[in-house]
């Protein structure tokens, strides 16, 4: 359960009066405990933090039924310097969320063909937690999972570039060209991750990036030699 929790401020309308409680709603349930009456959910607005709620007894019933990882809708009220859940409802998962769940547990699956399907599908979902899986199963040992994985890459964009500039310095030829091919079919998007890996980059992989970027078009601004700055379209 979480050490410190954040303040949470109850907003009423302007000039309008504040009603007992308030909604809390969380995208992410992170711990259930039935036993010490509590829950623990992930506050998005305060980058992620954890805040502990008792939950009364009118709402122990709701709270057998809630799950880690489940979206809620929670009502809350402060008493005597505690968090209460008066209410936990379930929110249904958007069907995206879901399809893009059971394709990450298929990209995994033992079956190439459900790995092909997944990989090819999570592109079009455009879930950015598929970019690393995807990463990897540009080593998978069939070749139309690869090719899948690449093209899914491709259409993810912006969110692959990290994941993927490791690679340029992969000791796998088949590996390094395919991350050289994805960044360069990302286009302007992969422009400034990869300048700004530049920074930190070894010689190798700095020189590989330098080579990425010079094959998209563009140039890195060279005021001082051993700054490196944004490239410009030339």
Sequence with gaps: MADEAPKLIQIAPKDGEKKDGFNLVTERVVAVNPESKQLEVELLAYDGKTVVLDVAEEALEELQKIKVGDGATIRVVEE????????IKVR?????????DAMLLDLRDTHWLNRKYAAEVLGELKDPRAVDPLVAALTDDVGDVRQRAYDSLIKLGGPSVPSLIPLLVSEEDEVRQSATEILRKIGKPAVEPLATALTDADDRLK???MKVLDRMGYKPKTKEPTKAELPRLT
């Excluded at 005597?80 to 209410?87: E, F, W």
């Excluded at 249904?92 to 893009?100: E, G, T």
Aim: glycine letters at 4%; charged letters at 35%; aromatic letters at 0%.
């Design 80 to 87: 005597n310097g505690k968090r209460i859940a008066k209410s």
């Design 207 to 209: 020189t590989r990036i």
């Design 92 to 100: 249904p998962k958007d069907p995206n969320a879901a399809r893009a």
